[in-house]
């Protein structure tokens, strides 16, 4: 069966060139739950496994979704102490690919990305787990950029000013509906920035479904999925692990990211505490950077919502979001608003 989006012949070509021992025929299939840039797992007759990355399909958003950046803050992140795929090759060619193409190497491990997955744990391997992931974000705020060539990577102007313009323009460009909640989230969140005091390499999408960790050591394999890294404040990426991480007792909880709310998991109190104990920062501000996380979750799932609506071949195979799951999320960026008290 033909796999949407490859042309399988002249990739298999092309990785055939690159010297990195797969033995044809190759087969392709679509991975994970992303909805964003398109993840392949390729496999050889020897047994040989890598994976291999593209844009979603159809118009996309300029500057959205650059797996040629991506493959930019990989290659600089090789032997750093963060811990990421290999990088082995990347291809615009069009008689190769009608959109770039990147290969990695393939990492064993378990993605912990919904709760059948996160029920073949004991609670003290989630528990592992969970701890594991502010050691791996105290590793990628710790890299040095001008080491890693990576100082010219985003602006260096305050972060959170820059992520309400980006995202505002997002939601206009993409949303299905009028939402005024969105809109006034964003002036809330315009008033209460707060003072930003230093600058590092943030992740941007840092969660459960883009870590590769090993439940039997507690520790993190790999980091995936750089698309949306940028240059900003720290605690913003543990703004959006929070968003990414309900409890059991919240509401307004829907979608992929239920694993967390099983016993074991740690609450997003101890995520926060964890992060301070391994980098010494100050996270008295991470209530905002949470609020901005959520808001911003809601506009990438309505940008998902619309690409499937614009090209359906663009649903991963679980399904995608729904206006209901959008509306749940602005409605717990509204109330966590409240709870920290911004207005």
């Not at 006034?184 to 315009?190: F, I, M, S, T």
């Not at 992060?275 to 808001?295: I, N, S």
Request: some cysteine; glycine content about 10%.
């Amino acid at each position: 069966m033909t796999v949407v989006g490859l042309n399988e012949d002249a990739v298999t070509g092309w990785i055939a060139e690159l010297g990195v021992g797969a033995v044809a025929p190759l087969t392709y299939e679509r991975i994970g739950n992303g909805q964003s840039n398109l993840t392949y797992s390729v496999s050889d007759s020897g047994g040989g496994r890598w994976v291999l990355r593209r844009p979603p399909l159809g118009h996309i958003l300029s500057s959205a979704h650059d797996v040629v950046r991506e493959h930019r803050i990989l290659s600089a992140l090789q032997g750093s102490s963060v811990p990421v795929p290999k990088i082995l090759g990347l291809t615009e060619d069009p008689e190769i690919t009608d959109a770039p193409l990147v290969l990695m190497s393939y990492v064993d491990g378990v993605v912990v990305d919904g709760v059948p997955t996160a029920e073949k744990l004991t609670p003290e391997q989630r528990r592992g787990i969970g701890l594991a992931l502010p050691n791996a974000l105290a590793r990628i705020h710790a890299v040095d950029l001008e080491d890693a060539g990576l100082v010219d990577l985003a602006s260096t102007k305050p972060f959170a000013a820059r992520q309400l313009k980006r995202w505002s323009t997002q939601w206009e460009k993409s949303k299905t509906r009028d939402v005024p909640e969105v809109e006034r989230l964003a002036e809330v969140l315009q008033r209460n920035i707060p003072e930003q005091t230093e600058v590092s390499l943030v992740h941007g999408d840092f969660h459960l479904n883009n870590i590769i960790v090993s439940p039997a050591e507690g520790t993190v394999r790999a980091v995936v999925d750089w698309e949306l890294c940028t240059l900003g404040d720290p605690l913003a990426d543990i703004g959006a692990l929070l968003a990414y991480w309900p409890e059991a007792g919240d509401e307004h909880v829907a979608g992929p990211f239920m694993a967390s709310t099983l016993e074991g998991f740690p609450n997003r109190a101890e995520l926060v505490e964890a992060y301070a104990h391994e980098t010494g920062r100050d996270v008295a501000a991470v209530g905002y950077w949470h609020v901005l996380a959520l808001w911003k979750l809601s506009i990438i799932a309505e940008g998902v919502l619309r690409r499937i609506l614009d090209d359906p071949r663009n649903e991963a195979e679980h399904g995608g979001p729904t206006a209901r799951l959008v509306d749940g999320i602005i409605a717990r960026a509204v109330s966590t608003a409240a709870e920290e008290g911004l207005s």
